[in-house]
């Protein structure tokens, strides 16, 4: 596996159910991130991760939680979501937050669709 | 206020002739960056091009060039020669904060290339 990669590619789920999407990266990268990509909207930035360490939350609900257990790995844990929370959902890497010119890296995306 | 304002939402470009697809950003930091991103069909983010605040020089990549206007806070995405396979959402993006935590993305430009 090379690059940025997401599991499920595609989730249907119902307004009661959890479940988690997952994120590897095969960079050797330290920051990790999660967006929200809705049609119409700019990509909103929601989740980041520096050295397994969460330095950014933007405003977003607690239905959404992320876990790094490491560099590599970044999930989204999902539960009790609303249908509005239906997006696709990007991971992204880059080699940390403190060069200005680390671009990321992204990964296909997971298309959630709540029911 | 918006960070990040794309205002054309859909371009159309004849094979092999040169377009600029339109950015403005809107930042008080004296450090940022400003990337160009692609997202075909497919969902993944490419990564294209990267202008730091403090480059004098416009950035180029290939066939891809930024024309960076700090003044007027604009940095416009200028791809020439364009081909069939550069059809695709183009999203600008910024990343501003103390830290570098902060990113923004426009709500993109849908590019069609026609033969």
């Known amino acids: 596996e090379t690059g940025v990669t997401q599991t499920p590619r595609h989730l249907v789920m119902g307004m009661t159910n959890k479940k988690s999407l997952k994120c590897e990266q095969h960079?050797?990268?330290?920051?990790m991130y999660w967006y929200k990509q809705s049609a119409k909207k700019p990509l909103e930035l929601m989740f980041v991760?520096?050295?397994?360490?969460?330095?950014e939350n933007n405003s977003v609900p607690s239905r959404f939680s992320p876990e790094c257990p490491n560099s590599s790995h970044l999930f989204l844990h999902l539960h009790t979501l609303q249908p509005e929370d239906s997006a696709l959902y990007l991971c992204?890497?880059?080699?940390?937050?403190?060069?200005?010119?680390?671009?990321?890296?992204f990964g296909p995306g997971t298309r959630l669709t709540v029911l | 206020a918006q960070k990040i304002t794309q205002t054309q939402p859909g371009m159309f470009v004849q094979e092999k002739e040169a377009v600029t697809l339109d950015c403005t950003y809107d930042?008080?930091?004296?450090?940022?960056?400003l990337f160009w991103y692609k997202q075909p069909s497919s969902g993944e983010m490419i990564f294209l091009i990267y202008?730091?605040?403090?480059?004098?020089q416009n950035a180029t990549e290939g066939r891809y060039s930024l024309n960076f206007q700090k003044a007027r806070k604009s940095a416009n995405l200028v791809i020439s020669a364009s081909q069939l396979g550069d059809s695709a959402m183009y999203f600008c993006?910024?990343?501003?904060?103390?830290?570098?935590?902060?990113?923004?993305f426009g709500t993109g430009t849908s590019l069609t290339v026609i033969p």
């Open positions: 992204a890497s880059s080699q940390d937050l403190a060069s200005r010119n680390n671009e990321q890296f």
């Open positions: 960079l050797g990268h330290n920051a």
């Open positions: 991760y520096n050295f397994k360490e969460q330095t």
């Open positions: 930042t008080s930091d004296q450090s940022y960056g």
């Open positions: 202008q730091g605040s403090y480059d004098e």
């Open positions: 993006a910024m990343r501003e904060g103390p830290i570098g935590n902060q990113f923004y």
